[in-house]
């Protein structure tokens, strides 16, 4: 997003909020994984930077498939009870030839860690990851995100039959086809379209009701480590 042209990418909020939720944990190691295309644990070489023996027993292909997996040193636990923790790759960070696989762990009452898997889709590729690069995202869930889904009353129908909604989303639409024919003719700042969603209004000019944030502040830390 921080090589798009004027950092552009920043313009979609949706994006800029989901890189910014939970907190990220990071490679303790530098390695170079190659699979062989095999289906079987041990599948998968490892060229690891530094101490091979050491690092080994954390990050292997215990499970096959072409599947790398971490052995995370950390217990996640979230309250109160029902909270949920989604577990998945770092939000919109691209690897060619791999693929996070995504978790969501029952967090306010286990006593285990967990791992961190990532997919190798092609075989006999060189698969680089540097000690510092983002491994994997947390994501605290304030619910129980299964029951909630269990619960919830879903309703499929038309536009059409919500005036109001209909309303809204056709004059959304024209001022995005009006936006659209702007961006070719190249009339107009880039930075001043579409601001809607940014400020927290629909197209008919009316504010959110509440809960809009345009930048997530981190909360402290209590470093109970000794």
Same mark, same amino acid.
């Given at each position: ?18 890189n ?5 944990v990071y490679q +303790?190691?530098?390695f170079?994984?190659?699979w062989?295309g ?29 599947i790398?997996?971490?052995?995370? +040193? ?10 949920r923790?989604? @577990? ?8 060619h ?5 995504? %978790?969501?762990?029952?967090s306010?009452?286990i ?18 990851f540097?000690?510092g ?12 995100v299964?029951?909630?889904?269990e619960?919830?009353? @879903?309703t499929?129908?038309?536009v059409?039959q919500?005036? +109001? ?13 009006d ?5 070719k %003719? ?10 809607d969603y ?15 944030k ?5 909360p402290? @830390?209590?470093?109970?480590?000794p």
């Open positions: 997003m921080d090589k798009t042209p004027n950092k552009f990418a920043y313009r979609c909020l949706p994006l800029t909020m989901a910014q939720t939970g907190m990220w +303790p190691v530098g170079t994984a190659v062989n095999h289906w079987q644990p041990g599948s998968v070489q490892f060229i690891f930077d530094s101490e091979p023996s050491l690092w080994s027993q954390w990050i292997n292909d215990q499970f096959g498939e072409g790398i997996t971490w052995n995370i +040193p950390f217990l996640f636990r979230t309250q109160p009870a029902g909270t923790l989604l @577990v998945t790759g770092p939000t919109n960070y691209f690897k030839g791999v693929q996070p696989l995504t %978790a969501i762990v029952e306010d009452w006593y285990m860690s967990f791992t961190m898997n990532w997919k190798i889709t092609s075989s006999r590729l060189p698969i680089r540097d000690v690069e983002p491994l994997l995202q947390v994501i605290p869930l304030a619910t129980n299964f029951a909630d889904i619960r919830a009353n @879903v499929y129908m038309h059409s919500d005036p +109001p909604v209909l309303e809204a989303y056709k004059k959304w639409r024209e001022s995005r086809l936006m659209v024919e702007q961006k %003719a190249r009339i107009g700042d880039p930075r001043d379209w579409q601001k940014f400020a927290g209004r629909d197209i008919l000019g009316r504010q959110t009701i509440s809960g809009h345009t930048k997530i502040t981190f402290p @830390v209590d470093n109970r480590k």
